[in-house]
C-alpha cells in the first residue's frame, strides 16, 4: 500500500500514506496547519472559520476532564491527512470507506501523542458531546438559518453531560495563521511537557 502515488506530501514536506499512516509520519506542525486551513461544513460558513478553532473550542469545552480535553484538541486531526467529508455524507454509504480510514488514521494519530487509540472509534461521550454542541453553536452563528442548529444544542443540553462547561462568550472566527496559532498554543497548555510516545 505504501507506493509512490498513495502518499501525499505535507507542508512540512513529510511524505505521509494516510491509508498506511505509522505514528513516526504524524507531526502536529502539519496537523495545525492543515486544520487552520480546512474552512468548517466545506467551506458554506458566511464567514471563513477553521477546523483548528473548532478543535481548540471542543477542547476547552472538555476541559475538565482529564485526557479528554486532549482528544477534543485531536478529534478531527485525520482530516489533516484525507480532507474533510461533511456529515450527511459520512452518515451514507459512500461515507463507510472514508469513515474506516478515518478511524484507523486517527488511532495512529491518538498513539502518536499518548492517547488511547481505541478513542479513534468510539470518543468519549463528553467530547461527542461538545464537538455536537459547537457544531450546532456554529451553524446558528455562521450558516444560513436551520432548524437543525437548535435541535442539536438543545439534544446536547439535554443530555446533561457538559452542564456549566458550554462556553456563554460569542464566537470570533479568526484567520487561518491565528488559528494555527492557537491550535499550537492549545496543545503546548494540553502537553507541558511534550507528547510522549506511546
Not at 463507510?96 to 487509540?117: M, N, S, T, W
Not at 463528553?126 to 455536537?132: E, H, S
Not at 457544531?135 to 452563528?141: I, P, V
Request: glycine share 8%; with cysteine.
Amino acid at each position: 500500500m505504501r507506493d509512490s502515488r498513495s502518499y501525499i506530501r505535507t507542508a512540512s514536506g513529510l511524505q505521509v500514506w494516510p491509508l498506511d499512516p505509522r505514528p513516526e509520519d504524524i507531526a502536529l506542525e502539519d496537523i495545525a496547519h492543515a486544520l487552520a486551513m480546512q474552512c468548517r461544513f466545506g467551506g458554506h460558513t458566511l464567514t471563513f472559520y477553521s477546523v483548528a478553532q473548532h478543535s481548540v473550542m471542543v477542547s476547552k469545552i472538555c476541559s475538565d476532564h482529564q485526557g479528554w480535553a486532549q482528544a477534543g484538541l485531536l478529534h478531527d486531526a485525520a482530516e489533516a491527512y484525507l480532507g474533510d467529508m461533511l456529515r450527511p455524507l459520512k452518515r451514507q454509504s459512500l461515507g463507510q470507506g472514508y469513515r474506516d480510514a478515518e478511524h484507523r488514521l486517527l488511532a495512529v494519530i491518538f498513539l502518536r501523542f499518548g492517547l488511547d487509540p481505541l478513542w479513534a472509534a468510539s470518543l468519549p461521550d463528553v467530547v461527542t458531546a461538545a464537538d455536537n454542541w459547537m457544531c450546532g453553536r456554529e451553524g446558528r452563528m455562521l450558516m444560513p438559518p436551520d432548524p437543525d442548529w437548535a435541535r442539536l444544542l438543545a439534544e446536547v443540553e439535554q443530555g446533561g453531560l457538559l452542564g456549566p462547561l458550554i462556553p456563554q462568550d460569542p464566537l470570533s472566527p479568526c484567520g487561518s495563521k491565528q488559528a494555527e496559532a492557537l491550535f499550537l498554543k492549545r496543545f503546548d497548555e494540553l502537553w507541558p511537557g511534550g507528547a510522549p510516545w506511546r
